[in-house]
């Protein structure tokens, strides 16, 4: 199992959704999809989707890359958005160049269009992070992000978002405030259970939508690897 070091530069992850759509792992993403599906409703339509976890290396670009292509898959047209501007793999995971990217949209007058990619998987668009920026939480907190966020509902219909953890900066919670659904990842034997409670501590506190948890890694045959919360409604 591959560990997370800290003085590595971060990897491509594994695209097992591409590799064998067969597999039980596979089998989990779709399930996954299919919960995001049940948890949209007319008067709360889930279109657009922060994938983060409390600490490092618990796979959110894992999920969120994985999750991209069930839906892609689906026949839907689907964007990922490389919005961990800190610690960036989506363009090496679909082997993209990163010369442009959410940076460039979010720091200069650059048009969103030119700045998305359609990757080998058919209907699966990518924004990769772009050149590092000094200031990533004051780019996604500024209004340019809102912009964004519009002119994307508009032109994809779902939109999967890779942030940074939660619990070490406060990009997540500021993306997850302005998108209609969060989902925490948490890999077994790694995500420490105070940390996964600060993290919804401070999704709720910007009054984000937490869908559910991920359990990425869990060898559990009858995990689907999917929990609500229950949030109560
Ligand atoms: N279930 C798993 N089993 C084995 N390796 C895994 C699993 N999930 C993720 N990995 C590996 O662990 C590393 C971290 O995964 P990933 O990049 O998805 O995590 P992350 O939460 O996005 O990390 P970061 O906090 O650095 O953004 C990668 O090398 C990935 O391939
Ligand atoms: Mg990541």
Known sequence: MAKNNKNKAPEAVSLITLVDKTSPISERYRTIRTNIQFASSTNHQIKTLVITSSGPGEGKSTTAANLAVVFANSGQRVLLVDADMRK???????????????????????????????????????????????????????????????????NYDFIIFDMPPVVAVTDAQIVASKVDGTMLVVRENVTRKDSLQKARELLTMVNANVLGAVFNGSTDENDQGYYYYGTGE
Not at 104 to 131: K, R
Request: no cysteine; aromatic share 4%.
């Open 88 to 154: 960036p793999t989506v363009h090496k995971t679909f082997l993209l160049s990163n010369s442009v990217g959410l940076s460039n949209v979010l720091g200069t007058e650059l048009n969103f269009n030119e700045a998305v990619q359609p990757s080998a998987v058919p209907n699966l668009y990518v924004m990769t992070s772009g050149p590092k920026a000094q200031n990533p939480s004051e780019l996604l907190g500024s209004i340019r992000t809102d912009k964004l966020m519009q002119e994307l509902r508009e």
